[in-house]
């Protein structure tokens, strides 16, 4: 099946530094990637989708200054979270929508494994 | 995105006993509804999706999910709880428009021996 893979799965930084966080489809080409935040006990709110070689579209609410995404390759895509704090502490997690394989008008997507961040 | 309502926050079951985990959908028009299950700390599973083509949708693990537009229900059901089907489930709304998916609060599953 469709492997998405997180690098790193857990990381905790200083308060003030910079941490990226690396998306990959291991098996397969992903037209978009998603990222995805997920507060304790909390479900996934979508914060933005990247489309490769364009810009992130991201959604209401979201910094796109302070997570910086980007896609580089049809299987790749990376967040960096700039400046960190501590309220950005969390779990995030990445999809990628299968290229060509489309179910009812409906891409499939396939989550990665997540990472967790905590900062200090 | 199709907007989706879980009902429970929490579900406790005994083992071998039936799940039935509630998810109501809200749109005017054909949905496209999934249910993910994650386990802690891993990833997000896939259980089973519909998409127009049969109304009662077979997933991985023995569990299914009938689509009931006249109740406007996707509630996913299993005949027998195992011990390894605790986790969190998810129900999730997709958009035929596009790639937006929209999560339910999720619903914590819990089995008791």
């Known amino acids: 099946g469709a492997v998405v893979s997180q690098h790193p799965s857990w990381v905790i930084c200083k308060s003030g530094t910079s941490v990226k966080i690396e998306c990959r489809s291991l098996?397969?080409?992903?037209?978009?990637m998603f990222w995805y935040r997920q507060f304790p006990k909390q479900s996934l709110m979508l914060m933005a989708t990247?489309?490769?070689?364009?810009?992130?579209?991201?959604e209401q609410g979201v910094e796109k200054d302070k997570f910086l995404i980007n896609h580089a390759s049809l299987t790749l895509s990376t967040l960096t979270v700039t400046s960190a704090h501590p309220e950005d502490s969390s779990f995030y997690i990445c999809?990628?929508?299968?290229?060509?394989?489309?179910?009812?008008?409906?891409?499939?997507?396939?989550f990665g494994p997540g990472t967790r961040l905590l900062v200090l | 995105a199709q907007s989706v309502t879980q009902l429970d926050s929490h579900v406790s079951v005994s083992e071998g006993t039936p799940v039935l985990l509630r998810c109501n959908y809200s749109s005017s028009y054909s949905p496209s509804l999934f249910w993910y299950v994650q386990h802690p700390n891993k990833g997000l599973q896939l259980l089973l999706k519909?998409?127009?083509?049969?109304?009662l949708v077979k997933g991985i693990n023995g569990f299914e999910a009938e689509f009931k537009k006249s109740e406007t229900s996707f509630h996913l059901t299993k005949p027998s709880a195992h011990m390894s089907d605790a986790a969190e489930y998810f129900c999730v709304g997709g958009s035929n428009s596009g790639y937006a998916l929209n999560f339910g609060k999720g619903t914590s599953l819990l089995v008791t021996p």
């Open positions: 999809s990628a929508a299968l290229l060509g394989k489309i179910a009812g008008g409906q891409e499939t997507q396939y």
């Open positions: 098996d397969f080409q992903a037209t978009t």
């Open positions: 519909y998409t127009s083509a049969a109304t």
């Open positions: 990247s489309n490769e070689g364009s810009k992130a579209t991201y």
